[in-house]
């Protein structure tokens, strides 16, 4: 299974940026797919996820202002940012954990300029 990621870039305090994943090859089973943001000197930190059942769930900070989608059938998950921080500048990950096993895509990097 290989993540690839989509959509980061460079955007003014109090835009919106839309990223987008979708995992190639077989899923099967029940599984959850999620973002994850990492800045340079810190631990990988969690934001949202959406279970292949339907569930989601937000990090601390994100819930108002972020939503996690996906689209059926696809493998793919998207998480729309509104009302972007100084502090949301990172390169955010995409994730999928099905039957055991976790999977990292490559990352693609959020400015957010002040």
């Known amino acids: 299974v290989q993540l690839v990621e989509s959509g980061g870039g460079l955007v003014q305090a109090g835009g919106s940026l839309r990223l987008s994943c979708t995992a190639s090859?077989?899923?099967?089973?029940?599984?959850?797919m999620g973002w994850y943001r990492q800045t340079i000197g810190n631990q990988r930190e969690w934001v949202a996820s959406y279970g292949s059942d339907g569930w989601m769930n937000y990090g601390d900070g994100v819930k108002d202002r972020f939503a996690v989608s996906r689209d059926r059938g696809k493998n793919t998950v998207h998480l729309q940012m509104y009302s972007l921080k100084p502090e949301d500048t990172a390169v955010y990950y995409c994730?999928?954990?099905?039957?055991?096993?976790?999977?990292w895509g490559l990352g693609t990097l959020v400015t957010v300029s002040s």
């Open positions: 994730n999928l954990q099905v039957s055991g096993q976790s999977f």
């Open positions: 090859g077989t899923v099967l089973g029940v599984n959850v």
